[in-house]
């Protein structure tokens, strides 16, 4: 799992993705990719659209399958069908998990 807006989670999960691949060519690799509030208003990364295509490009060439999670979504699920009223980053990632695990 990891972000596609910016920070580690872009630069980092994206690199390490291409390291894998590297050392294991034929191992199928998935990741479970949360993406950004594409509303600017909302956005605390100033540079998120640009860490966005730069990580996708990477993405697509060395993920076989990429489970999409909507930041928004996550955040409209803990508060309206879970009833948290203001989600933590630490109930987002439970919840987050709680996907892989189905999946």
Same mark, same amino acid.
């Given at each position: 799992?990891?972000?596609?807006?910016?920070?580690t989670? +872009?630069?980092?999960?994206?690199?390490? /993705?291409?390291k894998?691949? $590297?050392h294991?060519?034929?191992?199928?690799? =998935?990741?479970?990719?949360?993406?950004p509030?594409w509303?600017?208003?909302?956005?605390?990364?100033?540079?998120?659209?640009?860490n +966005?295509?730069?990580?996708?490009?990477? /993405?697509?060439?060395?993920? $076989?399958?990429?489970v999409v999670?909507?930041? =928004?979504?996550?955040?409209?699920?803990?508060?309206?069908?879970?009833?948290?009223?203001?989600p933590?980053v630490?109930?987002?990632? +439970?919840?987050?998990a709680?996907?892989?695990?189905?999946s």
């Amino acid at each position: 799992t990891h972000s596609i807006a910016g920070g580690t989670g +872009s630069g980092m999960g994206s690199y390490l /993705l291409e390291k894998l691949q $590297d050392h294991f060519p034929k191992k199928l690799v =998935t990741t479970y990719s949360v993406f950004p509030n594409w509303d600017q208003s909302q956005s605390d990364v100033v540079v998120q659209p640009y860490n +966005s295509v730069l990580t996708l490009k990477r /993405l697509t060439l060395h993920a $076989d399958a990429v489970v999409v999670l909507d930041n =928004t979504a996550l955040n409209r699920i803990a508060t309206e069908r879970l009833r948290i009223s203001n989600p933590t980053v630490d109930n987002l990632n +439970s919840l987050v998990a709680t996907i892989m695990a189905a999946s």
